[in-house]
């Protein structure tokens, strides 16, 4: 079992900087993949980004187009999403998820465990 809880949304203008966190309970959390999804209002849940267990392997989704990055903290039971250059179109509720099989990938099924989401909320 893993509880996740993110922070670090917010409301900013285009071309801002944000960094979302996803601490996670447990004793195990390196033992995880872990993915970020965004679920913009009417639209289904999307994948982000996804990161290994040790953090050496990543994916990111093509609309990311290298504005973000993905990296973790193991010893701080962290992941970390890092957010540039925002657009209004990334608006959305962002949410961290975690995989035991540890293999991540781009499909919602694939993750056991999700947080409760953080707003993200881009100005134009």
């Known amino acids: 079992q893993v509880q996740l809880v993110e922070s670090g949304g917010g409301l900013v203008q285009t071309g801002a900087s944000l960094r979302l966190s996803c601490v996670a309970s447990g004793r195990t959390f390196s033992s995880y993949g872990m993915g970020w999804f965004v679920q913009a209002p009417g639209k289904e849940r999307e994948f982000v980004a996804d990161i290994s267990r040790s953090g050496g392997s990543l994916y990111y989704a093509e609309f990311v187009n290298g504005r973000f990055t993905l990296y973790r903290d193991n010893a701080k039971n962290t992941v970390y999403l890092q957010m540039n250059i925002l657009k209004p179109e990334d608006t959305a509720v962002y949410y961290c998820?975690?995989?035991?099989?540890?293999?991540?990938?781009?499909?919602?099924?694939?993750?056991?465990?999700w947080g409760q989401g953080t707003q993200v909320t881009v100005s134009s």
């Open positions: 998820a975690a995989d035991a099989t540890g293999t991540g990938g781009y499909a919602n099924y694939r993750y056991g465990y």
